[in-house]
């Protein structure tokens, strides 16, 4: 079972799946004879959720500013000299941003996120990690967990990460699994349109005239129309008085479009990501530089960081006592050039920091000494 595969028993519970009844909010269509009623969607797996691709957008970003970053060992307010193999590359058969990176997508979809502890025993160093498909664990009442129909793995094999953990819950809650209703409908409204636009059976224009005509003669005229129209660029002949109107879109049907730009301002919402990142627009507001840029520091503080917690708590506990995994954050919540050289200026003039300790923060050498003029 790949990652972007579901298991509707896991995902939605025993006690929950028969209560779903989600159905999608749909505009009215415009003509009445033409309606369509969409099939109730009475469950949601990863696999659809990320068939929408404000989801997989959603999801790729934030699977995105976890895996490019770097993770440092520090013993109290110092970075340790020591740092364990396995924290540099967690699993030999993949590289750090792909571990991570896995990691982040199963709590993005799931809630949670399983890592495979490999040791010898609870008291012995851990050797290396894997990513475990979070659709193939199941958390045992006695603390124990199962995987794809192996014997239990114990507590110090298993390391569990959580998204948003309910008191009471042995799952974390994702937001997929919390919006399911939500995401249920979005993809109704999806799947209807869909419908809709290719087999809902009505026609692209209309052939009308004056005239009175019998059946067959109507059967005629439409015959040698659908003949001429199946050579492409070529001219129509009507005769009869007969005229052809094409059926445009309505002002009511194209509020599916709406409802979509819709979706995806709630999608944006529901992961925390900004509608820049999404390549969205919200109305009324206008993008500048500044705004996405406090956009971009408000998603790293608020929401990029919710995953690099629970990552950097889930590493310390495997790390020897006294010390702890920090991700280095310098790359997200760097500022711009100009406001990083303006806080410099001031720093310098107030007399805290020195031109050298300056180059220092932007990581660069000291400059050389001068010689004293004579």
């Known amino acids: 079972m790949g990652w972007w595969a579901s298991s509707k028993s896991w995902l939605l519970g025993a006690d ?30 990863t696999a659809s959720a990320l068939s929408l691709p404000s989801v997989y957008r959603a999801v790729s ?17 110092e970075p340790s000299p020591r740092v364990p193999a396995w924290v540099r590359r967690p699993d030999i058969k993949v590289s750090r ?16 996120a399983f890592w495979r502890v490999h040791r010898d025993s609870a008291a012995d160093p851990v050797q ?3 990513v475990l498909n979070p659709h193939d664990v199941v958390i045992n009442e006695d603390g124990t967990y199962g995987y794809q129909n192996q014997r239990p793995l114990q507590d110090w094999q298993v390391q569990h990460l959580a998204l948003l953990r309910v008191p009471g819950a042995r799952y974390g809650l994702g937001p ?39 059946p067959d003669q109507a059967a005629q005229y439409k015959k040698q129309w659908m003949e001429q129209q199946s050579h492409k660029n070529g ?3 009507l005769g009869a008085g007969i005229a052809y109107s094409p059926i445009m879109l309505s002002p009511k049907d194209a509020q599916f479009l709406e409802s979509r730009r819709y979706t995806v301002t709630e999608i944006a919402r529901l992961f925390g990501i900004p509608a820049s990142l999404m390549l969205a627009t919200v109305d009324g507001a206008a993008m500048t530089y500044q705004n996405v840029a406090d956009a971009d520091l408000s998603f790293a503080r608020w929401t990029l960081v919710q995953y690099l ?17 920090r991700f280095n954050l310098d790359a997200v919540l760097r500022p711009s050039t100009k406001a990083r050289y303006d806080a410099h200026k001031i720093a310098i003039e107030a007399g805290f920091l020195t031109v050298d ?9 000291p400059l050389p000494m001068r010689e004293p003029h004579r």
Do not use: C, M
């Open 97 to 112: 941003s792909a571990f991570f990176e896995q990691t982040t997508v199963g709590l993005a979809v799931t809630g949670n």
């Open 61 to 77: 970003i934030l699977a995105t500013g976890v895996s490019q970053l770097t993770v440092d060992v520090w013993r109290g307010d």
């Open 176 to 214: 997929i699994q919390a919006a399911r209703a939500d995401l249920a409908g979005v993809l109704d409204l999806r799947d209807y349109a869909a419908e809709w636009f290719n087999t809902a059976g009505v026609p692209n224009g209309v052939l009308s005239t004056e005239q009175v005509l019998a």
């Open 357 to 365: 300790e300056v180059r220092a923060i932007e990581g660069l050498k």
């Open 309 to 325: 917690r629970e990552i950097e708590e889930a590493i310390s506990t495997l790390l020897p006592r006294g010390t702890e995994a």
């Open 235 to 237: 001219p129509a002949v």
């Open 16 to 45: 929950d799946s028969a209560h779903l009844q989600a159905r999608a909010e749909t505009p009215p269509p415009s003509d009445p004879s033409t309606a369509r009623i969409a099939p109730a969607r009475t469950d949601l797996s």
């Open 128 to 130: 290396a990690l894997t």
